[in-house]
């Protein structure tokens, strides 16, 4: 599977960015998909996960009512809506796949994604 991650930018504190990523190679719906994020020197940290369905939705507690993510297997995207972002929200955002079943733990941990894509970075001013 080939994940291609797009949308990042500079964003001032407060304002939105739509992250995507496409999948191609493995028929998406096979995979739940989570996203996420390394700022520089901290370990990679989980933002959002999403089932094969979009029956199920997860969110670091830091981001719940900030993010959202959704998914169009039609299209093989998986999409992460940030908004009122703020300078610590700042990280390369990374999407991710995995063929695995579980409940938030297993989604939540970063070594459960076999796939992953490249990265895309997001940079909130103050």
């Known amino acids: 599977v080939q994940l291609q991650a797009s949308g990042g930018g500079l964003v001032q504190a407060g304002g939105s960015l739509r992250l995507s990523c496409t999948a191609s190679?493995?028929?998406?719906?096979?995979?739940?998909t989570g996203w996420f994020r390394q700022a520089p020197g901290k370990e990679r940290e989980f933002v959002s996960a999403?089932?094969?369905?979009?029956?199920?939705?997860y969110y670091s507690d830091s981001m719940k009512g900030r993010f959202s993510i959704s998914r169009d297997n039609a299209k093989n995207t998986v999409v992460l809506q940030t908004n009122s972002l703020k300078p610590e929200d700042t990280a390369v955002y990374y999407c991710?796949?995995?063929?695995?079943?579980?409940?938030?733990?297993?989604?939540?941990?970063?070594?459960?994604?076999?796939?992953w894509g490249q990265g895309t970075l997001v940079t909130v001013s103050s």
């Open positions: 991710a796949a995995t063929s695995g079943f579980g409940g938030r733990s297993y989604y939540t941990a970063y070594q459960n994604y076999a796939y």
């Open positions: 999403i089932s094969r369905n979009a029956g199920l939705t």
């Open positions: 190679g493995r028929t998406f719906s096979t995979l739940a």
